[in-house]
């Protein structure tokens, strides 16, 4: 029977070894906690990095990670230390990533990091070659295998191939910077179809198409020699009864069957019922604005001092990339932010930030959540931001206040949140203080509102959406008769 291979650079579990033996840990970030929910309701097979190198993995524990793997429906692609550096934190995360998402001065462009993503891109698509058949549908993501879907077409012409990106895709102006825009726009013309979050990325996409490989784009079709290439956006959804029954839970686990994290939320709320929770969540990423979050948060209490001791913003970002010299830089920064702010500003009674750094368990995630009055997300840019998603749909009885900023894809998603620019400080105090004194009926009818697109729109619907656009294609074909 045919199959759908998913195949991404992280897989939806990492592996790490631990005295011989090999520990499975969920995978954090969008595409991973997004895609986890698609791949476990269906039939296919999910290839990717296990997250460890040749190097950590003893030639004996090689068995025990593929069946490790197996267990949760994926198979792996082997990297080196030498690759894993040139390709994910080189090219991927030194290169790509920082273009995509406009900070161009953060971007190096440096041939050695280009030649390994070629190389590495080619064993991803070689691993697609060998565990699938002619009629399995391919469905590669995001912007460490950009070149993967022309590599596979080269071996199999008429497999379909589909193509999802899950961050932004920069302006023309932005993307015309890199050396080899060429060859990335011609690895993704690979694909029968080509997905993005938002409509203006797939229009700055097209931009790209038109302009520097000169094809002929008509809406949003690209001809090439004799295929059509479909493009199109599909906002990415969650799990959202995932969501809202585990906050169901939640709310209902007794007493003495708390978490840790969640005894010390109430606790703290008992001690001090007038003081608002404001949650930000995010990978530390500089994308994700967090350090500009924490300056506003300073300005917010110099300009509305009367909330000092009344409010509390929780940090919580999970360790990521720490390889890159961008995300090491950062990490400084935001604990001396925290560092000074604490210490100029705590009283005996009141810390303003609590900052975890850190990946939490799912249930963790719920318990911050739930407990929290407003949720403040503020990235700089950011492809989509599930985050913002969770939030609401954990929302059960409605109250809560969504802070997001309009940079993020989902904020086209989201108008009855509260949105700001985050570089604007005295917009984000002044909504600060409206979201801290919003009606409840306010909040639930937003919500109300919010909810009910999450629920329809879920992660599923995505998916299906997606394939069916690709298995359209399909059954239309790939011939295009140039006139
Ligand atoms: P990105 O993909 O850029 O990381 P998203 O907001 O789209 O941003 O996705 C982040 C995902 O990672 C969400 O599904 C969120 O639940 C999860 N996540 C974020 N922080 C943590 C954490 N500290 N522990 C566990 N999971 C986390
Ligand atoms: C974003 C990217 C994903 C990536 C995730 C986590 O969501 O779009 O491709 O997996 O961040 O980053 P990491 O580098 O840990 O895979």
């Known amino acids: ?63 025990a990670i ?13 990297l080196n230390a030498q690759e894993v550096d040139g390709f994910y934190f080189g090219f991927s995360n030194r290169t790509v990533w920082p273009l995509f998402h406009y900070f161009l001065k953060y971007s190096e462009f440096e041939l050695d990091f280009w030649n390994t993503y070629k190389a590495v891109n080619q064993k991803f698509a070689d691993a697609i070659i060998e565990k699938s058949d002619e ?111 585990a906050a169901l839970v939640q709310v209902e686990r007794k007493q003495d069957n708390r978490s840790d994290l969640q005894q010390r939320l109430d606790d703290h709320k008992a001690s001090a019922p007038d003081t608002k929770l ?16 924490i300056n506003a948060f300073e300005y917010f209490l110099n300009k509305y001092p009367e909330y000092k ?48 750094y850190r990946s939490l368990p799912f249930e963790n995630l719920i318990d911050l959540y739930t407990s929290s009055d407003i949720a403040w997300l503020t990235p700089l840019r950011d492809g989509m931001n599930l985050v913002a998603k969770e939030y609401i749909a954990t929302r059960t009885d409605k109250s809560g206040v969504l802070i997001l900023s309009e940079m993020a894809g989902s904020a086209y998603e989201m108008n009855e949140a509260l949105l700001i620019n985050p570089n604007n400080f005295e917009q984000q105090a002044d909504t600060l203080h409206q979201a801290i004194t919003m ?12 909810q009910k697109r999450l ?20 059954t239309a074909g790939h011939a295009y008769i140039s006139q």
């Open 1 to 63: 029977m045919a199959k759908t291979i998913i195949i991404s650079n992280r897989l939806p579990v990492q592996l790490q070894i631990n005295n011989g033996s090999i520990n499975a840990i969920p995978s954090v970030g969008g595409l991973a906690t997004g895609m986890k929910s698609v791949h476990s309701g269906s039939e296919s097979l999910w290839i990717g990095w296990s997250g460890l190198t040749d190097e950590d993995t003893p030639p004996e524990l090689e068995d």
């Open 455 to 474: 629920e329809r729109y879920n992660v599923e619907v995505w998916a299906n959406e997606f394939m069916s656009a690709l298995n359209q294609k399909k």
């Open 278 to 293: 404001i949650l930000s969540i995010d990978r530390l990423d500089y994308s994700k604005g967090i350090a500009k979050r």
């Open 309 to 356: 001791e009344k409010v509390r913003l929780i940090i919580l970002a999970v360790p990521s990339r720490s390889n890159v010299p961008q995300y090491q830089l950062l990490k400084k920064e935001i604990d001396e932010l925290v560092g000074r702010i604490n210490g100029e500003l705590s009283t005996v009674n009141w810390t303003p930030i609590w900052y975890f």
């Open 135 to 245: 009629d399995d549908t391919i469905w590669v993501h995001d912007y460490q295998l950009m070149l993967v879907p022309q590599m596979v077409r080269e071996k199999r012409p008429n497999t379909s191939i589909g193509f999802f990106l899950h961050i932004p895709f920069p302006s023309y102006e932005i993307f015309r910077t890199l050396p080899w825009r060429e060859e990335i726009l011609e690895g993704l013309l690979g694909s029968d179809l080509i997905g993005f979050h938002t409509y203006d990325y797939e229009r700055h996409f097209l931009s790209s198409v038109r302009r520097l490989l000169g094809l002929e784009v008509s809406f949003n079709e690209i001809y090439l020699d004799n295929r059509v290439i479909k493009v199109d956006s599909f906002p990415m959804g969650i799990d959202y009864k995932k969501f809202r029954d």
């Open 66 to 78: 593929d069946k490790a793997l197996k267990e949760n429906g994926c198979a792996k692609v082997k």
């Open 439 to 450: 009606p409840l009926e306010e909040q639930q009818s937003r919500n109300t509102f919010l």
